[in-house]
């Protein structure tokens, strides 16, 4: 598929990381008159292996899915397993080289346990938590698509690994690289960012709207925090070298 015949094109992808933040950035997106986006959130078009196999499906359709709209605005694709999952980046580089892309980063154990808690209340998980980490490499052996999306609790966190595939295929002027506790706390100095990024001028006010957030049962345990804290801490060092961030808070 060539990028060079396909006229218009998809121009930005929010994608990653799940349970980062990405459906709040999105909400507020969609209120800008520049911004194109289709009626689905989440199209997951270069994450769907099938797409792209021997009789892969026509790009048209994803194309159908902002309704004409491709040349009228910024069309944005906010799929936030895009950028774990393995073959996506190098299907979007094959799509489109110029894709702009964001991603969003959260504290990956808080990232975890979240993830945990969507599953178990959609009745798509019944382990503990701690069970269900000790799992996960056993439930992908399996190489279950679907068994991969809902528990890949610690296999998402890995940063480092993923935004090095990444920057291996796009220039870094084309992504931006978010810390996802911004989104909460400091959202007008975030979109600030975004639309900078964009090249896109603000449109009212662009405000942050809570998605997706649902109660724990209880909190995450000192015990599990740990856990995943020693798997995560040499990611999480090479994640500080490759961005030049502090992330001294997540490996406590």
């Not at 990653?16 to 999105?26: C, H, P, S």
């Not at 808080?110 to 998980?125: D, F, K, L, P, V």
Request: net charge negative; hydrophobic share 40%.
């Amino acid at each position: 598929m060539s990028a060079a015949s396909l006229e218009p094109r998809v121009d930005l992808v929010i994608g990653g990381v799940q349970k980062g933040g990405t459906t709040a950035l999105d909400l507020a997106l969609r209120g800008h008159p520049a911004m194109r986006m289709p009626s689905d959130k989440e199209p997951h078009w270069f994450d769907i292996d099938e797409n792209f196999g021997p009789e892969p499906r026509a790009i048209g359709e994803y194309h159908a899915l902002w309704n004409d709209q491709l040349a009228a605005g910024l069309c944005c694709d906010s799929t936030p397993s895009y950028v774990w999952w393995p073959g996506a980046v190098q299907r979007i580089h094959d799509y489109n080289p110029a894709m702009r892309w964001i991603v969003l980063l959260r504290d990956p154990s808080e990232r975890a346990y979240s993830h945990w808690n969507m599953q178990r209340s959609r009745g798509n998980e019944k382990l503990p938590f701690a069970e269900a980490l000790k799992a996960e490499a056993e439930r992908f052996a399996t190489r279950s698509p679907v068994t991969q999306r809902r528990h890949s609790y610690l296999s998402r966190g890995y940063y480092s690994q993923q935004l090095t595939r990444l920057f291996e295929r796009f220039p870094r002027d084309q992504v931006l690289v978010v810390r996802s506790d911004r989104v909460r706390s400091d959202f007008a100095a975030v979109i600030g960012e975004v639309l900078d990024f964009l090249g896109l001028e603000p449109h009212g006010r662009m405000e942050a709207r809570n998605a997706h957030e649902g109660d724990y049962d209880a909190p995450l345990s000192p015990d599990d925090r740990a856990w995943l804290v020693e798997r995560y801490d040499a990611d999480i060092r090479a994640l500080e070298t490759l961005l030049g961030w502090d992330l001294a808070a997540w490996r406590r």
